[in-house]
T-cell receptor
Framework: KAGVTQTPRYLIKTRGQQVTLSCSPISGHRSVSWYQQTPGQGLQFLFE???????NKGNFPGRFSGRQFSNSRSEMNVSTLELGDSALYLC??????????????FGEGSWLTVV | AQSVSQHNHHVILSEAASLELGCNYSYGGTVNLFWYVQYPGQHLQLLLKYFSGDPLVKGIKGFEAEFIKSKFSFNLRKPSVQWSDTAEYFCAVTPRSNFGNEKLTFGTGTRLTIIP
């Protein structure tokens, strides 16, 4: 069974540009969540989707957005990139959600560098 | 809102030493608790989890953790560490809910270095 797959793995963008990151969850998983990992702030929750609906949102500005498709695949978008957006962006999936007793599995992440 | 504290930022041990990493959480309701490990250059992997039942849970690679409700703690232990345990360890909590409150709150992590 394939794990959580994220693309691209590495990318470099310029300030002011936008970026779209993609995530394919484990087959059968319906909950997809996104996290930002930085040395200074650690792991921070961005948002979570279940059946194409955003169920939870973290404390990030509106430049950060996401969506989920009918096949559970998810994308997140960051517009008007800032240097501080440089981070490892992690996608995670679970069958129905951690609070329902399901384990959450993480992908390898997308390394974003903003220059 | 929930929060997680990991008191040890960097722990250095010799091989075969015993390990205990502290984790305390703050939340007014019932929680699910997790320990994740991130080996150098690899993705986050689940070590163990506690949802309910026996407060002493066993995970992979000889790790275990004990949930002490009265202390809001979920400390990670291993009786004898190996060089391959060198990694960063994250404690995480999520509210237990039927309404899909899926925010995993992580601690700041503990970097563990094992000296051969």
């Amino acid at each position: 069974k394939a794990g959580v797959t994220q693309t691209p793995r590495y990318l470099i963008k310029t300030r002011g540009q936008q970026v779209t990151l993609s995530c394919s969850p484990i087959s059968g998983h319906r909950s997809v969540s996104w996290y930002q990992q930085t040395p200074g702030q650690g792991l921070q929750f961005l948002f979570e989707y279940f059946s194409e609906t955003q169920r939870n949102k973290g404390n990030f500005p509106g430049r950060f957005s996401g969506r989920q498709f009918s096949n559970s695949r998810s994308e997140m978008n960051v517009s008007t990139l800032e240097l501080g957006d440089s981070a490892l962006y992690l996608c995670a999936s679970s069958f129905q959600g951690t609070s329902s007793g399901n384990t959450i599995y993480f992908g390898e992440g997308s390394w974003l560098t903003v220059v | 809102a929930q929060s997680v504290s990991q008191h040890n930022h960097h722990v250095i041990l010799s091989e075969a030493a015993s390990l205990e990493l502290g984790c305390n959480y703050s939340y007014g309701g019932t929680v699910n608790l997790f320990w994740y490990v991130q080996y150098p250059g690899q993705h986050l992997q689940l070590l163990l989890k506690y949802f309910s039942g026996d407060p002493l849970v066993k995970g992979i690679k000889g790790f275990e953790a004990e949930f002490i409700k009265s202390k809001f703690s979920f400390n990670l232990r291993k009786p004898s560490v190996q060089w391959s345990d060198t990694a960063e360890y994250f404690c995480a909590v999520t509210p237990r809910s039927n309404f899909g409150n899926e925010k995993l709150t992580f601690g700041t992590g503990t970097r563990l270095t094992i000296i051969p």
